[in-house]
T-cell receptor, first 113, second 114 residues
Framework: DAGVIQSPRHEVTEMGQEVTLRCKPI?????LFWYRQTMMRGLELLIY????????DSGMPEDRFSAKMPNASFSTLKIQPSEPRDSAVYFC???????????FGPGTRLTVL | GDSVTQMEGPVTLSEEAFLTINCTYT??????LFWYVQYPGEGLQLLLK?????DKGSNKGFEATYRKETTSFHLEKGSVQVSDSAVYFC?????????????FGQGTRLTINP
């Protein structure tokens, strides 16, 4: 299996622009997680899905952030409009069942100028 | 709420030294405990886990024992290598709080010098 795939790997954009991050989970996994990693705040869970349905989005920082999972093999995390404080590495992870091992993608490094 | 506390880094050791990275947790239920490792430029990957008290997780020469009495899950390795240089994260999932939420410690950066 190719593992969790994320794109792009690096994104540089200007403040106010829309940013879309993409994730393809491991085939057959029914949970998908979006995390954000910064030096100041460490790893934060933003939102997770079960069978394409959002279960908990309490970690989404504000309304500028939105996430979708239109099917079992694709999810997006969108930031609109982006701000410099959104600069971070965003990870997607997937797992088979609750409490099982989460498999992480390589991350997208986002820089908002 | 649940939380994980790791020893602060960075930690720098010489090759073949003994490694301990401390991890303690707070949880209301009976959590599963994990160590994840993040190599430079990569995502996190599971290093080892333990699902109940007194369980020992082990992988690649690393070990950690689930100690309920001390609420700890310290990571150890008898002889580290340069290739072990990475950031190590302790984490828990708690069925009582919704196990799907992995709660991570702040991470400990480890550098091994040849």
């Amino acid at each position: 299996d190719a593992g969790v795939i994320q794109s792009p790997r690096h994104e540089v954009t200007e403040m106010g622009q829309e940013v879309t991050l993409r994730c393809k989970p491991i085939s057959g996994h029914d949970y998908l997680f979006w995390y954000r990693q910064t030096m100041m705040r460490g790893l934060e869970l933003l939102i997770y899905f079960n069978n394409n349905v959002p279960i908990d989005d309490s970690g989404m920082p504000e309304d500028r952030f939105s996430a979708k999972m239109p099917n079992a093999s694709f999810s997006t995390l969108k930031i609109q409009p982006s701000e410099p404080r959104d600069s971070a590495v965003y990870f997607c992870a997937s797992s088979f069942v609750v409490s099982d091992t989460q498999y992480f993608g390589p991350g997208t490094r986002l820089t908002v100028l | 709420g649940d939380s994980v506390t790791q020893m602060e880094g960075p930690v720098t050791l010489s090759e073949e030294a003994f490694l301990t990275i401390n991890c303690t947790y707070t949880a209301t239920g009976y959590p599963s405990l994990f160590w994840y490792v993040q190599y430079p430029g990569e995502g996190l990957q599971l290093l080892l886990k333990a699902t109940k008290a007194d369980d020992k997780g082990s992988n690649k020469g690393f070990e950690a024992t689930y100690r309920k009495e001390t609420t700890s899950f310290h990571l150890e390795k008898g002889s580290v290598q340069v290739s072990d240089s990475a950031v190590y994260f302790c984490a828990l999932s708690d069925l009582a709080q919704g196990a799907q939420k992995l709660v991570f410690g702040q991470g400990t950066r480890l550098t091994i010098n040849p």
